[in-house]
């Protein structure tokens, strides 16, 4: 078969073709740890997932040696945080209120686990590695229920896509106030991320640019120059946590909501 044949005969997903799935060890999660934005290790793992890319090269045909593994993705499941007030809505305050704490923790750690990392490395994201991997976690869970904490999950919404419900809180009333100031001028979020961008639409504005400019300056402090503004805005409004959960049985389970979204107030 021709070069060109060979080529165009490739499935449309041939980056992953050659990636497997495998235990390891946080020795594998050392390897992306610096693509996560915690920097922080895990400090109570119980599970690594590795996703790793399989390549013989033709030098390693011809001397007929093993082909090479690189990591490309990690998932690190962990012991869950002992109070979690998303979790208490998502399963009903099924370990809250207890007169003995130890019994509940004990029961907590017994049920729960969380997916604390999910790492991809940045030459192979925008594949669905990250779902790829959290699904995998999902189909082969040892607990009653498995959750997770996503400070980007607005932005990052592959928990949700890898099938986990979804909970967030209500925003404070500060935060909405600012929300509420971008939508009546027409903003989104997001968009104060460039602070150029922000002057060049403030230059034009008018009497929304002034609205905006007040209501940046009571959110804020007024103290603050507008690009320290604009970056604490952003920082905190992208990053709002969202919890996740899903049930290993999930249509027998009832604590866990059926709705797309809950919030907590």
């Known amino acids: 078969m021709a070069l060109r044949e060979r080529f165009e005969a490739l499935p449309a997903d041939s980056p992953a073709a050659g990636l497997r799935l495998r235990d390891g060890s946080l020795r594998d999660y050392k390897r992306l740890a610096a693509f996560h934005y915690l920097r922080h290790q895990p400090v109570t793992a119980t599970r690594v997932l590795v996703l790793e890319h399989v390549d013989q090269s033709p030098a390693d045909r011809f001397a007929q040696r093993k082909a090479s593994a690189r990591v490309v993705g990690v998932l690190v499941e962990s012991l869950p945080a002992l109070s979690c007030a998303l979790r208490d809505v998502a399963l009903g305050g099924r370990y809250t209120g207890w007169s003995d704490r130890r019994a509940a923790a004990r029961l907590l750690n017994a049920e729960v686990r969380c997916i604390s990392r999910v790492v991809v490395h940045p030459q192979w994201r925008g594949l669905g590695l990250a779902v790829r991997l959290v699904r995998h976690a999902l189909a082969t869970m040892s607990t009653r229920y498995t959750e997770a904490l996503?400070?980007?999950?607005?932005?990052?919404?592959?928990?949700?896509?890898?099938?986990?419900?979804?909970?967030?809180?209500?925003?404070?009333?500060?935060?909405?106030?600012?929300?509420?100031?971008?939508?009546?001028?027409?903003?989104e979020p997001w968009e104060l991320a460039s602070a150029e961008r922000v002057r060049v639409w403030l230059a034009g504005a008018g009497q929304r640019?002034?609205?905006?400019?007040?209501?940046?300056?009571?959110?804020?402090?007024?103290?603050?120059?507008l690009d320290e503004q604009l970056g604490k805005a952003t920082g905190e409004l992208l990053s709002e946590p969202m919890y996740y959960v899903r049930a290993r049985n999930e249509l027998e389970d009832p604590r866990v909501s059926r709705g797309s979204t809950r919030g907590l107030g």
């Open 150 to 187: 996503a400070a980007m999950g607005k932005v990052h919404p592959f928990f949700r896509l890898a099938g986990m419900r979804e909970y967030r809180r209500w925003p404070h009333a500060r935060d909405q106030r600012l929300r509420d100031a971008l939508a009546c001028v027409g903003l």
């Open 209 to 225: 640019g002034g609205l905006l400019r007040d209501e940046l300056g009571r959110w804020a402090g007024r103290r603050l120059a």
